[in-house]
């Protein structure tokens, strides 16, 4: 079952469908003829689906794009009046239209067809299913134009005829589909070879869309999203909300109107897999970024196992290094000699066991965060206002006592690691309040398994760590690679979209401009440990900025690449992580072909 739904569920749909309309083609009429007309015209809807498609793609000629558009009508017009029910067929015979329109059906058919299939680069099994759905065709109609001839032909009832004639049009609809299916795929690979590193984005999403790689979805966290039809339900609902919430703002700023930003979203998602969040958070609604589309990925592919099957490609990844054990990775920093934040003591099971003289070191502000965790969950920060006395993040006053407690007790459910506070780099202090600000370093072995290089670089401000500030995104400031010249800010959230400040939105201070301090140190660092690390292609560094310096806060094995993209305001495809990744894809895809993934005994996606 597993398996099942791992798979594409079009060829399910489409012989799930045939077996339906033969069970149907049983039933007594009308009530056979209501059925078969209904799945008839859902199948001429997955066909405009399916030209649709086509149309988003650059045509041979003007010749054969008119062809389709054609085509598409021609189904739109077949979906109309299956759907259109008694009420409309009977407007029909009472009009003497109906033979008409099933002969111009027909012919349009023809004409469609064989235009298509000349003007077009078809491949022959799909040219084959295509004019054998038209010779169905041109039976069906046949036996529908003969009528009482036929069924006294035949020694059958009228309704006996018309519910054959019903199952043989969904039948040809059926061969068309599968014709035009094989032909989409086919052209897929062909206009978008994908040979480049800015189509990256592109080949990622082709690799994880063609591949069985998911046992179960982690993003989005929506139950319905691993059963047939949950991943279309999940893309409207996205272009509902996102297209309703930020059109008008996006038009008002001067870019595109709703209609075109529509068109463009319709674009999108035929011609890279898309959706409107990733429209309007990567800003391609501009002209000069519209183009690059194909070179953004998305966390959907990321958090969802391609990141990490690829990971699991590397020759040393048996050897691989643990990040997301806090203590296990400073372990690693002392070792390699790079610099960590220095550790206090370690609460496990109820206990809490100081390090060796940091008894004498504990009045000072502590910050406590738990040894497995992602991100800022589970950490908390004790100020210290007098000897043996510190104020929590309530307001209220305890004692050194009621807090070795406090950190004794929460250990009982996850072991915590007890550290100094620290405090921000004077040159960029004014740009947080509270909070320790980190630098997101991402890295990448630069062919697979050589030296790591630095392809994006920005600075994190968590507002939920600023209890002070009115707004509760998260700050992003992009970071030149070369000259660690800070950018301008920008939010995560929906309403901060479209801001982009060279001023910082809550402290005032400069952002545009300022230099980052200790830059070539904070790159130093974050190779170093990238060289070290085994078995990691993509690692984000976290990495905190001190009076003293550059200090590796933790290591990210699959960090997000949504905010990345968004705050440096360059698609992964036109960065420097694009070359790399791009080659790490085509061994992936090579391997998937000769049949040699790796995959870890017991892992799964």
Not at 109 to 125: G, Q
Not at 449 to 457: D, G, H, L, P
Not at 527 to 547: E, F, Q, S, Y
């Amino acid at each position: 079952m597993n398996r099942l739904l791992k798979k594409s569920y079009a060829p399910h749909f489409l012989i799930g469908g045939t077996v339906l309309a033969i069970g149907f083609s049983f039933a007594a009429a009308p009530a056979s003829y209501w059925l078969l007309n209904a799945l008839c015209g859902i199948a001429a809807l997955v066909g405009v689906w399916l030209v649709g498609i086509r149309l988003a793609y650059q045509s041979v000629s003007r010749t054969a794009r008119r062809a389709w558009q054609v085509t598409l009508v021609l189904l739109l017009l077949v979906a109309i009046r299956e759907f259109g029910g008694p009420a409309l067929a009977g407007i029909e015979e009472s009009s003497g239209l109906d033979r008409l329109m099933d002969g111009l059906v027909l012919v349009t058919a023809f004409v469609a067809l064989w235009l298509t299939s000349t003007l077009d680069e078809m491949p022959h099994y799909s040219r084959a299913l295509l004019w054998s759905g038209f010779l169905l065709h041109l039976v069906t109609t046949g036996l529908d134009l003969g009528g009482g001839e036929v069924s006294a032909f035949l020694a059958i009832s009228p309704e006996q005829l018309g519910a054959i004639v019903k199952l043989s049009q969904f039948l040809c609809l059926q061969l068309y589909l599968f014709g035009a299916l094989a032909f989409i795929g086919y052209l897929r690979w062909q206009v978008f070879k994908l040979d480049r590193p800015s189509d990256v984005g592109d080949l990622a999403r082709r690799v994880f869309a063609g591949q069985t790689l998911v046992h179960r979805y982690t993003y989005p966290r929506v139950w319905y999203l691993g059963f047939p039809g949950g991943r279309p339900m999940l893309t409207v609902a996205r272009f509902v909300y996102w297209f309703t919430l930020m059109a008008r703002p996006v038009h008002a700023r001067g870019w595109k109107s709703p209609w075109r930003q529509l068109l463009d979203l319709f674009l999108l998602f035929y011609r890279h897999g898309l959706d409107a969040q990733a429209y309007y958070m990567f800003e391609l609604y501009r002209p000069n970024y519209w183009p690059k589309a194909g070179g953004y990925l998305t966390r959907y592919e990321t958090k969802n196992g391609i990141i990490k099957l690829l990971t699991w490609q590397l020759k040393d990844y048996d050897n691989v290094t643990v990040l997301a054990d806090k203590l296990k990775f400073a372990a690693f920093c002392t070792r390699i000699g790079v610099p960590t934040p220095p550790l206090l003591g370690i609460a496990r099971d109820g206990v809490l066991t100081l390090e060796p003289g940091a008894a004498d070191k504990l009045d000072q502000d502590l910050f406590i965060k738990p040894v497995k965790s992602k991100g800022s969950r589970g950490i908390d920060v004790f100020r210290n206002i007098a000897p043996g006395r510190y104020r929590d993040e309530a307001g209220g006053e305890i004692d050194r006592a009621t807090l070795v407690e406090r950190v004794a007790e929460r250990s009982k459910t996850a072991a915590l690691m007890v550290q100094q506070r620290l405090a921000n780099h004077p040159a960029i202090a004014d740009l947080a309040d509270q909070s320790l600000m980190a630098v997101r370093v991402i890295t990448c072995k630069s062919d697979l398994n050589e030296q790591a290089i630095v392809t994006y670089a920005f600075v994190r401000v968590i507002t939920r760590l600023e209890p002070a500030w009115p707004v509760t995104y998260e700050l992003g400031i992009a970071i030149d690679l070369a000259t660690g010249e800070l950018g301008p800010a920008t939010g995560d959230k929906e309403r901060w979209l479209l801001e982009w400040w060279d001023v910082h939105p809550v402290t005032g201070a400069q952002v545009t401009g300022r230099q980052m301090p200790c830059w070539e140190e904070i790159k130093a660092v974050a190779v170093k440990a990238h060289n070290a690390a085994r078995g990691r292609l993509l690692v984000g560094w976290d990495i905190a900025v001190t009076k003293d310096g550059p200090l590796v806060l933790e290591g990210n094995s699959y960090p997000d690449v949504d905010f990345p993209q968004r705050v440096c305001r360059v698609g992964i495809g036109h960065s420097p992580l694009g070359a790399p990744l791009h080659a790490a894809l085509v061994d992936l895809e090579r391997r998937i072909a000769t049949g040699t993934v790796k995959r870890p005994p017991g892992a799964s996606l």
